[in-house]
């Protein structure tokens, strides 16, 4: 199947964007985004080596997930939170990556069992604000992550961002480095967070060059997705 010689591809390029950007080697993630994508499909990426998967759409992820019913897979939730869906979600991910809103949140801490380990949380940050509804500005995030300390369920490890299209690597640069500089500042007082989550088919080498420690790829791997 082409998707195991786009992943060895994939994982190449990463290898050599983490060197030409002077980034520690194995500091880059490949998470397969795989919404949309039968289980035969996901199987393949499996076989290839590949164990993280991010998924956009509660009910569809869940029958995979079940499916597959493989421990040695994390994965990670990465679509638009619907509130009453958070109880699936905390009990069947890993990781959250599109945490925007507090009674969210809580809702997920409630839900989270406290015998597992805890929910893996990213904030997202709207840093082209005009684009999309989702994520919280840049300058609210110290404030809302300081919130999410009271729910010991959740485990907040970064930022999450997805912007506006652009095509030149000068310009997809622009947000990823100021979302690079609140998560610097973040972490000097917060040295556990340690994850940015930016980066797509579209522009990975600009999130790898500006931090990025999770990239989110779906189409690279895939193939084109049907509209
Ligand atoms: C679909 C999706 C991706 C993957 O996009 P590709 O262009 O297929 O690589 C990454 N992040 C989010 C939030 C997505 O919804």
Not at 63 to 68: N, P
């Amino acid at each position: 199947m082409k998707i195991v010689a786009n992943l060895a591809q994939i994982q190449s390029q990463i290898n050599d964007i983490e060197r030409q950007y002077q980034r520690p080697k194995g500091s880059v993630r490949l998470l397969a985004v795989s919404k949309t994508r039968s289980v035969d499909e996901i199987r393949a990426a499996i076989g290839a080596g590949q164990r993280h998967f991010g998924e956009n759409y509660c009910q569809e992820a869940i029958e995979k997930i079940k499916v597959l019913k493989n421990p040695e897979l994390t994965w990670h939730f990465i679509g638009p939170i619907q509130s009453n869906k958070s109880r699936q979600i905390a009990t069947n991910f890993d990781w959250v990556h599109t945490v925007d809103r507090i009674k969210i949140a809580r809702r997920l801490n409630e839900a989270r069992l406290e015998s597992s380990h805890a929910l893996k949380i990213c904030v997202q940050i709207n840093i082209s604000e005009e684009q999309s509804k989702s994520g919280i500005s840049i300058n609210e995030a110290r404030d809302f992550i300081k919130e999410l300390d009271g729910f010991s369920n959740l485990c907040v490890r970064g930022l999450m961002a997805l912007p506006a299209p652009a095509s030149l690597i000068e310009e997809q640069r622009k947000p990823f480095a100021k979302l690079r500089e609140c998560f610097e500042q973040l972490r000097q007082n917060r040295p556990e967070l340690d994850t940015l989550s930016i980066g797509t088919t579209q522009d990975m080498e600009a999130a790898i060059a500006e931090g990025a420690t999770i990239v989110r790829i779906g189409t690279a791997i895939f193939g084109p997705r049907n509209a």
